[in-house]
């Protein structure tokens, strides 16, 4: 079984910044992708980005060109760095293995991300 802990979120401005961390329990992190999501106030969890083993990364339409995903493998984490945060973007973020289009493991905590002015 492998344990997520998400770290790193925040009260931010309009227009401002946070990176996020996920780390993962398990020595066999590095073979599998993995995925940031996120659930806002009643909507359903969505996801926002992908990192594959080898370092292809996918985006959600709506962050694309503001976040960006990257992982370590050494360390067994993965990171979501968020720029130009906007209101829309608050919401409880979370990190998972993926396959296909299911998760793998159970959620983590969480980290909440709130933007506001």
């Known amino acids: 079984q492998v344990q997520f802990v998400e770290s790193g979120g925040g009260l931010v401005q309009p227009g401002g910044a946070l990176r996020l961390s996920c780390a993962a329990s398990?020595?066999?992190?590095?073979?599998?992708?993995m995925g940031w999501y996120r659930q806002a106030p009643g909507k359903q969890r969505e996801l926002v980005a992908l990192i594959s083993s080898g370092g292809t990364t996918n985006y959600a339409d709506s962050v694309k060109g503001r976040f960006t995903i990257s992982r370590d493998n050494g360390k067994n984490t993965v990171y979501l760095q968020m720029n130009s945060l906007k209101p829309e973007d608050t919401a409880v973020y979370y990190c998972n293995a993926r396959n296909g289009d299911y998760v793998l493991y159970a959620w983590g905590q969480g980290t909440q991300v709130t933007v506001s002015s």
């Open positions: 398990g020595s066999i992190f590095s073979i599998y992708t």
